[in-house]
């Protein structure tokens, strides 16, 4: 599996961003995803998750109701809209897929990473 994160830049608190990842070399319906973020200095950590078909979803409490994760089987491509950015959202942005499918908030039980987007959030 491939996979290519895009989106990021710079944006002014309380703007809104989305990014994208597209997938290939695996059917994309057959694997969760996910969001993973981490700011300078600190540790990788877990932002939002979704199941295979886009039924079941979860977020960090960080996050929650101000990002949305989204995917398009259709286009292999998984979605987190971004909204109320807060200067503490600023990190580089990974997308994540988990083959046993089930969205798990644990990083290392991803499969494949995609190289990262950064996010600047300016107060």
């Known amino acids: 599996v491939q996979l290519q994160a895009s989106g990021g830049g710079l944006v002014q608190a309380g703007g809104s961003l989305r990014l994208s990842c597209a997938a290939s070399?695996?059917?994309?319906?057959?694997?969760?995803m996910g969001w993973f973020r981490q700011a300078p200095g600190k540790e990788r950590e877990f932002v939002a998750g979704?199941?295979?078909?886009?039924?079941?979803?979860n977020y960090a409490d960080s996050v929650k109701g101000r990002f949305t994760i989204s995917r398009d089987n259709a286009k292999n491509t998984v979605y987190l809209q971004m909204s109320s950015l807060k200067p503490e959202d600023t990190a580089v942005y990974y997308c994540?897929?988990?083959?046993?499918?089930?969205?798990?908030?644990?990083?290392?039980?991803?499969?494949?990473w995609g190289q990262g987007t950064l996010v600047t959030v300016s107060s």
């Open positions: 979704i199941t295979l078909r886009g039924g079941g979803t």
């Open positions: 994540a897929a988990d083959l046993r499918a089930i969205a798990t908030m644990i990083s290392w039980e991803y499969d494949y």
């Open positions: 070399g695996r059917t994309f319906s057959s694997y969760a």
